[in-house]
Antibody
Framework: EVQLVESGGGLVQPGGSLRLACAGSGFTFSRYWMHWVRQPPGKGLVWVSR????????RSADSVKGRVTISRDNAKNTVYLQMDSLRAEDTAVYYC???????????????WGQGTLVTVSS | EIVLTQSPDFQSVTPKEKVTITCRAS??????LHWYQQKPDQSPKLLIKYASQSFSGVPSRFSGSGSGTDFTLTINSLEAEDAASYYCHQSSSLPPTFGQGTKLEIK
């Protein structure tokens, strides 16, 4: 059974930093693209960032570019999202999501974690 | 960035009714369109991939169609447990984008 478990969310002041982690199990973690998708309270889904299975290719949304870094440790089956210079508008539930296998990036998001809430407020 | 526009934003429906949700893309995306269901206080779940392929374990009353710019999610014989928000998502080009969502209320 595929499982994704996020951790690291919490309350942080504007300008602060937070590192989210997501542990995957039930599949060959290193074969899959992994994504972060966020959902502000009461609003829709917004893609944040993605990373290839071997960690060599990454992309992030313009709204967070330069402020977030996605990385992974395949030995630990874990993907990370380092978020710096946080703003109030970054407040959201952050979901870790599995993408597709291989090199191609055109794929569905088939398994989602339970989400971790990040609140940016003074 | 490809914009996905869903309609309607909200729909109140009765059990056993047939429901159709549409998703229109601002430019052609082939069949790279996927549908998700999100129930209150839960994470989204994949229903349909590549416009018309059902994901494993999804009830057969859910189906998808379309290509290019116009796509449809159909729920045949709606059940009470289908009360949720539904989102489309395109993976054709960066950045991946989502529709604004359609909330289904069961009367």
């Amino acid at each position: 059974e595929v499982q994704l478990v996020e951790s690291g969310g919490g309350l942080v002041q504007p300008g602060g930093s937070l590192r989210l982690a997501c542990a995957g199990s039930g599949f060959t973690f290193s074969r899959y693209w992994m994504h972060w998708v966020r959902q502000p309270p009461g609003k829709g889904l917004v893609w944040v960032s993605r990373i290839h299975g071997d960690g060599t290719m990454t992309r992030s949304a313009d709204s967070v570019k330069g402020r977030v870094t996605i990385s992974r440790d395949n030995a630990k089956n874990t993907v990370y999202l380092q978020m710096d210079s946080l703003r109030a508008e970054d407040t959201a539930v952050y979901y870790c999501v599995r993408g597709g296998p291989g090199v191609a990036a055109d794929h569905e998001l088939d398994y989602w974690g339970q989400g971790t809430l990040v609140t940016v407020s003074s | 960035e490809i914009v996905l526009t869903q309609s309607p934003d909200f729909q109140s429906v009765t059990p056993k009714e047939k429901v159709t949700i549409t998703c229109r893309a601002s430019q052609s995306i082939g069949s790279s369109l996927h549908w998700y269901q999100q129930k209150p206080d839960q994470s989204p779940k994949l229903l349909i991939k590549y416009a018309s392929q059902s994901f494993s374990g999804v009830p057969s009353r859910f189906s998808g169609s379309g290509s290019g710019t116009d796509f449809t999610l159909t729920i045949n014989s709606l059940e009470a447990e289908d009360a949720a928000s539904y989102y489309c998502h395109q993976s054709s080009s960066l950045p991946p984008t989502f529709g604004q969502g359609t909330k289904l209320e069961i009367k």
